[in-house]
């Protein structure tokens, strides 16, 4: 039973180039979350997600930030252009249900801007 | 403005003792709680979940929820070095948006041999 799968688990980008950031949800489950942390601070929800739709996106960065969940395929946050404050742990999680239910997090990608 | 409150240790406990952790939130209409753990450079991971109030145990585990006073704590019994990870509280959101989780910033848990 496969849990939520990450890739890449480290990424290096230049400042001004695009971050794909991918995840597959745990067998069964139609919700995907994005998380992201920052050094020394807490997890923060970025965005939620079922297949071909988007939830809530109240905790994306209005610019250079997206993220979808097609009908096929894994979820997929992108960010454009990074920029240095961009570096941070991304956690992806996923729950059978929206609402009040246990949420499962991913192995993570490290996303490092030089 | 959700806020998950918790004491940023670190908390040191020898190895065999009782570790307290400790965590308070401002939503009161919240209604389920978790606790995940995460060692360093590690993502979190789901230790305890509770939804009443009173206690659950869970092995070395107990959560401990009282939504008259908005806190939540969990006890590790027998700490072991294993154990020792960052802790964190997170709570969901009440009415239409509780899908989305709070984390607190976490406590910091060290068990010593």
């Known amino acids: 039973n496969a849990g939520v799968m990450q890739n890449p688990r480290h990424l290096v980008r230049r400042r001004g180039q695009e971050a794909r950031l991918r995840c597959s949800p745990m067998k069964g489950h139609s919700h995907v979350y994005w998380y992201r942390q920052l050094p020394e601070e807490g997890l923060k929800f970025m965005v939620y997600?079922?297949?071909?739709?988007?939830?809530?996106e109240s905790g994306m960065p209005k610019e250079r930030f997206s993220a979808e969940f097609p009908k096929e395929g894994p979820s997929i946050l992108r960010i454009q252009q990074v920029v240095r404050g961009d570096s941070a742990a991304y956690f992806c999680a996923s729950s059978s249900g929206g609402y009040n239910t246990e949420a499962f997090f991913g192995q993570g990608t490290r996303l490092t801007v030089v | 403005q959700k806020e998950v409150e918790q004491n940023s240790g670190p908390l040191s406990v020898p190895e065999g003792a009782i570790a307290s952790l400790n965590c308070t939130y401002s939503?009161?209409?919240?209604?389920?709680f978790f606790w995940y753990r995460q060692y360093s450079g590690k993502s979190p991971e789901l230790i305890m979940s509770?939804?009443?109030?009173g206690d659950k145990e869970d092995g070395r585990f107990t959560a401990q929820l009282n939504k008259a006073s908005q806190y939540v704590s969990l006890l590790i019994r027998d700490s072991q070095p294993s154990d020792s990870a960052t802790y964190l509280c997170?709570?969901?959101?009440?009415?239409?948006?509780?899908?989305?989780?709070?984390f607190g910033k976490g406590t910091l848990l060290t068990v010593n041999p």
């Open positions: 939503d009161r209409g919240s209604q389920s």
């Open positions: 997170a709570v969901p959101n009440s009415g239409g948006s509780n899908y989305k989780l709070t």
């Open positions: 997600l079922q297949k071909e739709n988007i939830i809530d």
């Open positions: 509770i939804y009443s109030n």
